[in-house]
């Protein structure tokens, strides 16, 4: 048996600019930052022919060709996966609230299967294959962020070229910032999840027929992202938080359906009761809002009487992992 884990991600800056429809023009930055909350996949030979697939549903698939999770589907086709294989799936948070958890799932899928081929695949590799399924095979609209730190871990830059060669590097922070995000930073479920596909397809679109507000606002968001790096690897993370706030602000020019009454309503909540700054994670519409706080007790409150749960996390330094191999 073969058991991988996989990292969640939370975007600190610069997302959306790790699309190919927009760092191909111009290039892309982005902060990420992987989290304790995973994805593991098991992969087991059975006895029994076929592939016996368990995620939120079951199936039970005589080839390829009949399995009817996509991603499953083609990353046995690409790995040429026999016919006897058990694989399972589970995840601490559920799919769609914005913590790249699709992302997670191809990258520690893809994974799994090189451990059960008793194959070693680098770090590098291992982010390339899982977005190639994504974007190249599947033709998803996803960006390159999730696979990337959901590979690496860690709080990590993406510097994204437009010949598509990436340079990935650890954050330079110093354990002082990395305790006080830690302890300041705080996420909060907003109680539904959604769909990205569309608000990036929008993007993708845009992007690629040279929409100049797209265009303005991705190139705005990029430099808050940089100027976000070199805030946090300065130790100011009081001015990390001003530009979270000025960060949510300008993605939410980017498509009206990026927010929504009731996570604005929520967002003008945290910030009278201690949020300095913060953001919807992910594409948008739904899934956690982050925020970052010097009044944990008081904002923990606020977001309680508004019916939020929070989600106490860490980060992770370890990237996907190969946790059991019989």
Request: glycine share 10%; aromatic share 8%; hydrophobic share 40%.
């Amino acid at each position: 048996m073969i058991i991988t884990r996989t990292p969640l991600r939370i975007s600190l800056g610069g997302g959306g600019t790790d699309l190919p429809s927009y760092y191909s023009q111009f290039g892309g930055f982005v902060i990420s930052a992987a989290i304790d909350k995973y994805v593991y996949i098991t992969v087991n030979r059975t006895f029994r022919p076929g592939y016996l697939l368990k995620y939120s549903k079951l199936e039970h698939a005589a080839s390829i060709d009949d399995v009817k999770h996509a991603i499953l589907r083609e990353a046995l086709r690409l790995m040429d996966i026999e016919p006897a294989v058990e694989i399972v799936s589970i995840a601490d948070v559920p799919a769609g609230t914005g913590l790249g958890s699709s992302g997670s799932f191809t990258v520690g899928l893809v994974h799994a299967l090189h451990a059960y081929k008793r194959r070693n695949i680098s770090t590098d590799e291992l982010a390339r294959l899982a977005n190639h399924i994504e974007m190249d095979i599947l033709g998803e609209p996803c960006g390159k962020q999730d696979h990337t730190i959901a590979a690496y871990g860690g709080l990590t830059c993406q510097d994204y070229k437009t010949s598509g060669e990436a340079t990935i590097t650890p954050l330079d922070v110093s354990e002082a910032t990395v305790k006080d995000l830690r302890e300041n930073l705080l996420l909060f479920f907003t109680g539904y999840s959604r769909e990205a596909a569309a608000l990036l397809a929008d993007q993708k679109s845009k992007s690629e027929t040279g929409d100049k507000r797209m265009l303005d606002n991705l190139h705005r968001v990029k430099e808050l992202g940089l100027e976000i790096k070199a805030r946090l690897e300065a130790g100011d993370t009081r001015g990390f938080a001003a530009l979270m706030h000025e960060h949510w602000l300008a993605k939410q020019k980017r498509a009206g359906a990026i927010s929504n009454a009731r996570v604005d309503e929520v967002y003008a909540l945290a910030r009278k009761h201690g949020a300095l700054g913060g953001k919807l994670v992910g594409a948008g519409s739904g899934g956690f809002l982050l925020f970052y706080t010097f009044e944990r007790a008081r904002l923990r409150a606020a977001m309680a009487g508004a019916g939020l749960q929070e989600m106490d996390f860490d980060f992770d330094f370890d990237g996907s992992i190969v946790q059991l191999r019989n």
